[in-house]
């Protein structure tokens, strides 16, 4: 696709581009890389914690591994110090400036704009970014490019921003680190946007601070799940606009789908598809239920509470709508048309849903819909039993300033910027 497409002149990988460390694949990648160039394609690299294995070097752990008939075997890994020398003419050898230590460094994407790539793994573990050698790196860069009138683009691997509250509060040490110093200095400096990648979701953050500067975080689901998705982006440094949309494929070429399109065959294989299955394996097969659970769940512990477990997922795959409006009291801001549609639709089918837009973003369920409406409620009826009763553990996941409201609508529609697929904005 992407040698086909001649207006794309540029190709930029943000990072995890193997699985483990294995050294078979980054050399499989490597060639990959090669026929792009042989294209006529510029191609940058970020790389990430994935991409080696720490060996005592950090606290990165990862160790690749073939599988075989009784387990796993270790294999060749690409250690944390031979990534620059092995990407090197994916960036630093075309580029205006290198941070050795980290591997970051800077490229003239055309006249008028750069791209800096930021390389964030930082220890590998806790911390993924860059220390204070890197950060005033980074800050001349961003002098070197005002002094010759450049835009600047930025590009790492973790966020900068957290797709959902809720990811921030759990999963502090999965963005990016230092990133509210990033934060400061993107908007000291009117830099309007940073490419991320680690999360596999596809989604489209805006900052803004309390002088009214701001930048957004433009992440982009893996490859690996079913939207399957890539940015394309159109930057034209004489109006200094910037045009952001979204293209993927719907054909695996070479494997046997079984007639499904990419969605259909990779969603069942992602975690909210493994849900997807799970939840009426419970009511229906509990056996079959423990098989596809292993790896997943804790199955031993599963195992124990077999009929409560199972009674519980048959309720659940019959609960309707109109039945979850009782329960958030929500019933009477509904109109009859409204009324009839919750009588007649599954709670757990929105749930599947939700799920199916977690990682691809831009869930449909606006605040006009009666889905909207029955969750908004029960998340409000939620919030007020939590507070009433003082549920610690459920307080303890809730963002300070937050409730169990605002982090329902994240995933229930793009109450963010709208479209977590496309975007227009200036850099001025």
Not at 359 to 370: E, I, L, M, Q
Request: hydrophobic share 35%.
């Amino acid at each position: 696709m992407l040698i086909a497409d001649s207006q794309t002149d540029t190709v930029l990988f943000t990072g995890d581009n193997v699985n483990n460390c294995d050294m078979n694949s980054h050399y499989e990648f490597r060639q990959r890389l090669e026929k792009l160039t042989a294209a006529g394609k510029k191609v940058y690299v970020i790389y990430a914690t994935h991409d080696y294995s720490g060996d005592g070097e950090d606290n990165n752990t990862f160790q690749a591994c073939r599988y075989t008939e009784t387990g796993t075997e270790p294999i060749e890994s690409m250690k944390k110090g031979g990534l620059f020398d092995f990407y090197y003419d994916y960036g630093p050898k075309q580029a205006l400036s290198v941070h050795r230590a980290s591997g970051s460094y800077t490229v003239k994407l055309s006249d008028g704009v750069r791209l800096i790539a930021i390389i964030d793994n930082g220890d590998g573990g806790g911390y993924c970014g860059l220390f204070e050698d890197g950060v005033e790196w980074l800050i001349d860069e961003i002098n070197e490019a005002k002094k010759s009138g450049d835009y600047v683009l930025l590009a790492t691997h973790h966020p900068v921003l957290p797709p959902w509250e809720v990811f921030r509060h759990m999963a502090d040490n999965e963005l990016y680190g230092g990133y509210k110093e990033l934060w400061k200095i993107m908007c000291d400096n009117n830099i309007r946007v940073v490419f991320t990648g680690h999360t596999h979701i596809q989604n489209i953050r805006k900052y803004t601070d309390e002088n009214g500067s701001w930048f957004l975080d433009i992440s982009t689901v893996a490859l690996a799940n079913a939207a399957g998705k890539m940015r394309k982006i159109s930057v034209d440094p004489e109006k200094a606009s910037v045009s952001v949309t979204s293209l993927g494929t719907d054909v695996l070429k070479g494997v046997d789908t079984g007639g499904k399109s990419a969605y259909e065959y990779l969603y069942y294989l992602n975690f909210p598809g493994i849900w997807e299955k799970l939840i009426p394996l419970a009511a229906t097969d509990f056996d079959a239920f423990i098989k596809l659970a292993e790896g997943y769940l804790p199955t031993d512990k599963l195992k124990k509470h077999r009929l409560l477990i199972r009674m519980l997922a048959k309720r659940a795959v019959k609960i309707k709508l109109s039945t979850a409006a009782r329960l958030g009291k929500v019933r009477r801001k509904l109109s009859p048309a409204q009324k009839a549609e919750a009588k007649s639709k599954k709670l757990i089918d929105t749930v599947y849903v939700i799920l199916r837009h977690i990682y691809t973003g831009n869930a449909p369920f606006t605040p006009d819909t009666v889905e909207y409406t029955v969750l908004d409620g029960l998340a409000s009826r939620a919030d007020r039993l939590v507070n009433r009763f003082n549920i610690k553990q459920i307080k303890d996941i809730i963002p300070e300033g937050s409730s169990l409201r605002e982090i329902a609508q994240d995933f229930l529609y793009n109450c963010r910027t709208g479209n977590d697929d496309e975007i227009n904005f200036s850099l001025k």
